[in-house]
């Protein structure tokens, strides 16, 4: 029996398939939802690492309709058979990315008390061949086509003792540090960074007329590879309003869609037909 952790849905799409048609694969996948390179990872007053995460997201979204996150006690649930079945194995598969190398430190804590039967994926810097049979590097698992994660199999390897101990204490680092965003920094490497570390690339592409929330976040995403996701990127347009650094307009509890944001100052495309109109009333 394995069990293949893996973070996010779209990741996780390719490795079910994966699993599905290679018999030594045979597990259960197991879907990370959380993100866990960006947010507090402290647990206060005696709260449960789920509700802390889960209140974060809640802060984010803005709403209580936030989606429930049980990754905690899926990993202990887990931990929990591997003690009961002794031939049972945790596969983490690990791209070059924030959330799945933060990922990585966070379970190592719980797996450390199943020596030899954790093993790892990782996929950094290794080379892939896409649908047209070309080599390529990719960056997350969702890239890979599932013949391909079938035969990346081989590079699984047990987490050694020394990475154990090591990489371990990396996570309580984290967790006292407690930045609200991490950052790779390449191999296993984390970095804590300040909450507004991606501001300046948000501004960057904000002008003095109002363009929607959806596109900025879009602009930024495509072209600096922000790996934070759009929900995130999207409260950070809020916080920027709420100290003056932008100005917004729309319905700002709805999707990215539904509101606009520009630089202060300037005319908004609104402001200046107004006044075009109102100059040639005057004429």
């Given amino acids: 029996m394995i069990y293949h952790f893996v973070v996010g849905d779209m990741a996780a799409q390719p490795l079910i398939e994966a699993v599905a048609n290679e018999p030594s694969l045979q597990g259960e996948v197991i879907v990370l939802k959380d993100i866990l390179h960006v947010g507090p990872l402290q647990k206060q007053n005696g ?35 591997m003690f009961n079945n002794p031939d ?65 199999r081989r590079l699984a390897r047990q987490v050694t003792p020394a990475e154990f101990e090591v990489d371990g204490e990396e996570w309580h680092k984290m967790e006292q540090e407690d930045a609200p965003i991490r950052t790779h920094e390449g191999g296993k490497k984390i970095a804590a960074r300040k909450e507004d570390h991606y501001d300046n690339i948000l501004l960057s592409f904000c002008s003095h007329q109002y363009q929607k929330a959806s596109k900025i976040i879009n602009q930024s995403i495509s072209k600096y590879n ?27 509890t709805k999707t990215l869609k539904d509101f606009e944001v520009k630089l202060p100052g300037g005319d908004s495309v609104t402001e200046v037909a107004a006044a075009t109109e109102a100059q040639e009333n005057q004429n």
């Fill in 226 to 252: 922000v790996p934070t996701g759009d929900v995130y990127l999207g409260w950070r347009l809020k916080q920027l309003a709420t100290e003056g650094k932008l100005q917004l307009q729309g319905d700002v």
């Fill in 47 to 81: 709260e449960g690492f789920s509700a802390l995460r889960g209140a974060f997201w809640q802060q984010v979204t803005g709403s209580d309709k936030a989606p429930e996150l049980n990754d905690m006690e899926r990993l202990l649930e887990v931990s929990k058979q």
């Fill in 88 to 152: 049972a194995q945790t596969w983490l598969w690990m791209a070059p990315w924030p959330a799945d190398v933060t990922a990585y430190h966070w379970m190592l804590p719980y797996m450390s008390k199943h020596p030899g039967r954790f093993y790892l994926v990782n996929i950094a810097g290794l080379p892939f061949l896409n649908e047209d049979g070309k080599v390529y590097f990719p960056k997350n698992l969702s890239e890979i086509l599932p013949k391909e994660l079938v035969k990346a």
